[in-house]
């Protein structure tokens, strides 16, 4: 039950460890939505063409500070995106240098722009063994793309044939498994006394496949790993609001214009980067663990990738319905941002 004697809340800064920013007019349009409450975001490599060498992320990262609003205070933590040819030099180098944070590891279609990722693990295992000795992270979109494996069931199957084997033959790499929609993921995370984390997005610990599909198909809920049962929520939120070192906050926030949403064959993402301390708070609160709300958006993330926590602080104030646009415009159109459904309470200062 909400503790109703708490009605405003001082945390440390939160960080993203999950971000879609787009690039060129896109970026331009949504990064200010993440530097008004985040320090720092782990961004995702997957542009076309990927961010695959150091030299991309390194012409990445000057477009992105190019594009801050003016005042901003955002470090943006660049990650390589590993290929079959991904060259394990090159991927030290960026690592060493601070070029790089991670390396993201996308099975070859499983979400957007992911058709450069990994076919053969065997091919990449090199590179997997040089960031376990220098202590790089790998970021994990964990599901398989076999056309005879139900959606719903992709992420359980990727834990058992992919990523327990792998772990196995590189058992210091240290891996994040990220946006983890199952209480399979949960478990096995729990499971893991080493080199294991998991990022909860947003939209994951609110939504489940009913948000979906019942009453008719709601595209503006379609990401993917696409949302699961209703338990597989709980066991989400039961994750997040446990205060556990391993689960921490990546928003997945990934912004589509309603074009690219709304056709026929509609993109993957919701884009939560303007609302998401509001959200979360939500969450926190209605479960009577606002207490732990720093934890996972704020302390746990830098723990895992070896960062000092933000010194700056933000503070969330409960009162009444807090109202978000319902779209941000860009050049190419408007970009919905995510409804959780219910009113909000909990603004963000600072």
Known sequence: MPDRTITELTIRRPDDWHLHLRDGAMLRAVLPETTRHFARAIVMPNLVPPVVTSTHAMEYRARILAALP???????????????????ADVRTAFEAGIATAVKLYPAGATTNSASGVRDFDKVRPVLETMAEIGMPLCVHGEVTDSDIDIFDREAVFIDKILRPLRKKVPDLRVVMEHVTTSDAVDYVRDSHKNMAATITTHHLIINRNHILAGGIKPHFYCLPVAKREAHRVALVQAAISGDKRFFLGTDSAP?????????????????????????????????KLKKLEAFTSLNGPNFYRLPPNEDTITLIKGDPVRYPDQIPTEDGPVTVFDPGFDLHWRVEG
């Open 70 to 88: 003016e005042g901003a205070k955002f470090t943006p933590l660049m990650t390589l995106y590993l290929t079959e040819e991904t060259e394990p």
């Open 256 to 288: 589509h214009t309603d074009p690219n949403k709304l056709q026929a064959c509609g993109c993957a993402g919701i884009f939560t980067a303007p609302n998401t301390m509001s959200c979360l708070a939500e969450v926190f609160d209605v479960a009577g």
